[in-house]
C-alpha cells in the first residue's frame, strides 16, 4: 500500500511533467524574433560599446571583438556576468559549470522555467546566441575539480583563445564554493594567468570581486578564509534550505561590477580595482589591495612573487625630480607695496588662545589669541545738554 509521502512524490513528479509540457508548447509557439547582426562597427545601431568611444572614454571599443573571457560557473553571478559581456560583443566566452537548471533557478536574471533539466552551460549557450549570434562558444559541462578535468581546464585556459593555441584573456570565477576557488587559484598561478575573483555573502547581502595577478598581487590562498586554512569540509557549513546568492539584486550588482572592471581591463580605460566590497545594509563599498604573502602555501604562487620581484629588478630606475617652485616677483611694484603679518610669530605662538586636543605626535604652531579685556580707560561723564547746547558750546571754543 502507497504511503502519503510517496504518493506527494508521484503528484509532485506529475506536476513538474506537465508544467515541461506546457513550455515547451509555449516554446513552440512563441513567434521568432529576427537576430540583428551585433557586429562592433559604427554602422552597425546594434553595437553595445559606441557610447565608450562617443564619449571619449576608449579610442579603440572595437577591439573587444578580439578578446576571449572564461566564466567558470554560471550560476547566480556568473549567468548575468556571461549576458552583459555578450551584450557588449565580446569575441569569445567560454564557460564551465556541471549543475543543471532547476526551477528554484528561476530568482536568477536569465534562466527561463522552460529550460528545467538542461545543463545551465547549455542552456546559457542556447539563450546567449540568441543575444549575439557573433559571440563564439565554448561550454563545458564538467566538475573542474577532478583530476581529469582539472588538466582539461587548464589546456582549454592556455590555448582556447580567439586563434587557437593562444591564451584567454582573462579568467572570472563566479562559483560559490571554496574547492573551486582554489582550483582556479592554483591553475591561473601555474600558468601566471590573470583572473577576477567574485562572492556573495551566505546572507545574501553583501560581495565582492577581486583582481589577482599571480606574484604582484595576493593570491587566494596567500590569505585564505578560516574554513579553507583550517581545511574543513565546507559541505558541513551549509544550512539546509539557505541559499548564498539567493537575491537576484546583489548578484547583479556584483556582475556589474565585475563586468565593468573586465572592460577597464581588456579596453584599457580607468583605473582596475584590486578589491572592491558592497554590503547592501550600510551601502558601504570598501576598497583595498592586497599584497602577496612571502609565505604562502601555494608554490606556484612563490615561484611567481620571485618572477615578479626580478621583473620589478630590471626595470630602469626613474629618479625623481624635485620642482623648484620660483618666488612670484612682480617687476612693477613701484611702490614696493607688500603684505605683512600684523602679529609676529612668536605673539602667535605666545597667545593664550584655547589649545585643541590633538592626537600623540601633532603640536599646534599657535593658538587663536585670547578676547581683549575691556578697556580701563577714563570715561566722560554723561550730561543732561542737548545736542544744540552742546553744539553752540564747541562753536564757542
Known amino acids: ?206 560581495g565582492h570581486i577581486q583582481f589577482i595577478i599571480p606574484g604582484e598581487t595576493s593570491c587566494f590562498a596567500c590569505a585564505p578564509p578560516l574554513v579553507v586554512a583550517t581545511k574543513t569540509d565546507e559541505k558541513t557549513l551549509k544550512r539546509e534550505g539557505v541559499c548564498a546568492a539567493s537575491l537576484p539584486t546583489t548578484m547583479a550588482v556584483v556582475a556589474g561590477f565585475l563586468v565593468q572592471n573586465t572592460l577597464k581591463y581588456l579596453l584599457g580605460f580607468g583605473d582596475v580595482t584590486y578589491y572592491l566590497g558592497y554590503n547592501a545594509l550600510q551601502d558601504y563599498f570598501p576598497s583595498m589591495t592586497l599584497r602577496p604573502n612571502p609565505q604562502c602555501d601555494d608554490n606556484y604562487c612563490k615561484k611567481q612573487q620571485q618572477a615578479f620581484q626580478i621583473k620589478e629588478a630590471t626595470k630602469p630606475k626613474v629618479e625623481k625630480t624635485e620642482e623648484k617652485v620660483e618666488e612670484i616677483v612682480h617687476d612693477d611694484n613701484v611702490w614696493e607695496i607688500q603684505l605683512v603679518s600684523e602679529t609676529t610669530e612668536d605673539e602667535l605662538r605666545e597667545a593664550d588662545g584655547q589649545v585643541p586636543n590633538l592626537v600623540e605626535g601633532l603640536k599646534v604652531a599657535y593658538t587663536t589669541p585670547a578676547p581683549t579685556q575691556a578697556s580701563n580707560e577714563k570715561t566722560v561723564d554723561s550730561t543732561e545738554k542737548s545736542l544744540d547746547e552742546l553744539m553752540k558750546e564747541m562753536q564757542g571754543l
Request: net charge negative; with cysteine; charged share 25%.
Open 1 to 206: 500500500m502507497a504511503t502519503i509521502e510517496s504518493l506527494q512524490k508521484k503528484i509532485k513528479e506529475l506536476e513538474a511533467q506537465l508544467q515541461k509540457e506546457r513550455n515547451e508548447k509555449q516554446q513552440i509557439n512563441r513567434p521568432k524574433i529576427t537576430q540583428m547582426s551585433s557586429e562592433v562597427v559604427d554602422s552597425n545601431p546594434y553595437s553595445r560599446l559606441m557610447a565608450l568611444k562617443r564619449m571619449g572614454i576608449v579610442d579603440n571599443y572595437e577591439k573587444i571583438r578580439e578578446y576571449t573571457v572564461a566564466v567558470v560557473g554560471v550560476g547566480g553571478v556568473g549567468s548575468v556576468t556571461a549576458e552583459m559581456l555578450t551584450r557588449c560583443g565580446i569575441g569569445k566566452l567560454l564557460l564551465f559549470d556541471y549543475d543543471k537548471v532547476e526551477l528554484a533557478n528561476m530568482n536568477r536574471l536569465f534562466y527561463q522555467p522552460h529550460q528545467a533539466g538542461m545543463s545551465k552551460v547549455e542552456a546559457a549557450e542556447k539563450t546567449l546566441k540568441e543575444i549575439n549570434p557573433d559571440v563564439e562558444f565554448e561550454v563545458y559541462n564538467y566538475n573542474i575539480t577532478t583530476m581529469d578535468n582539472f588538466n582539461h581546464f587548464m589546456e582549454r585556459i592556455k590555448n582556447g583563445g580567439l586563434k587557437e593555441g593562444e591564451p584567454v584573456n582573462l579568467v572570472l570565477s563566479c562559483v560559490d564554493n571554496f574547492e573551486a576557488r582554489m582550483t582556479i587559484n592554483t591553475a591561473c598561478n601555474e600558468l601566471g594567468q590573470n583572473w577576477i575573483e567574485s562572492g556573495v555573502s551566505e546572507n545574501a547581502v553583501s
